[in-house]
């Protein structure tokens, strides 16, 4: 397998999309391909929000990882969101999603990030087995959220 990562731009939007539907899909989340046509492109072109990679095997899109910024007190400084980590189910138990992890802490690492965070699904095992074997841990609070009216 030869797999890259490879930041993304506003000419990738219309790869990232279908790949972005099919992730929404696992958990029935509402998808708006307009919504979140207008979403990536605003953070591609905006690297104080983070980052977006494409994950590739040899010259095919596979999935993605999305990393967006914040800033914490708590954590001392910049902290960071893994918001989005998608691999084709044809790519899973491969090691991709392994592999991409190592790639999004060495990166938040050069990003100069000191804490990263993720959400998983409760329903997500394998996830969260991949995440806690990174280091992640269940910090035993809620995450509470809020939409507020665009």
Not at 5 to 23: E, G, K, S, W, Y
Not at 30 to 44: G, H, I, M, N, Q
Not at 89 to 100: D, E, F, N, V, W
């Amino acid at each position: 397998m030869e797999l890259q990562l490879r930041l993304a731009n506003d000419t990738d939007v219309n790869t990232i999309l279908p790949l972005m539907r099919q992730f929404y899909a696992i958990d029935q989340y509402p998808f708006d391909e307009l919504v979140a046509r207008t979403a990536l492109t605003d953070l591609v072109r905006d690297p104080s929000l983070g980052r977006v990679w494409l994950i590739y095997n040899k010259d095919k899109e596979i999935g993605y990882l999305v990393i967006t910024f914040g800033y914490s007190l708590e954590y001392h400084g910049r902290d960071a969101f893994i918001d989005e980590l998608f691999i084709e189910a044809s790519y899973r138990h491969q090691g991709i999603g392994t592999k991409a992890m190592e790639f999004a802490l060495e990166a938040c690492r050069k990003l100069g990030i000191h804490a990263l965070h993720l959400e998983v699904e409760r329903t997500n095992i394998a996830g969260q087995a991949l995440y806690r074997k990174f280091g992640f841990e269940d910090s035993d609070r809620y995450l509470l959220s809020r939409r507020l009216e665009e």
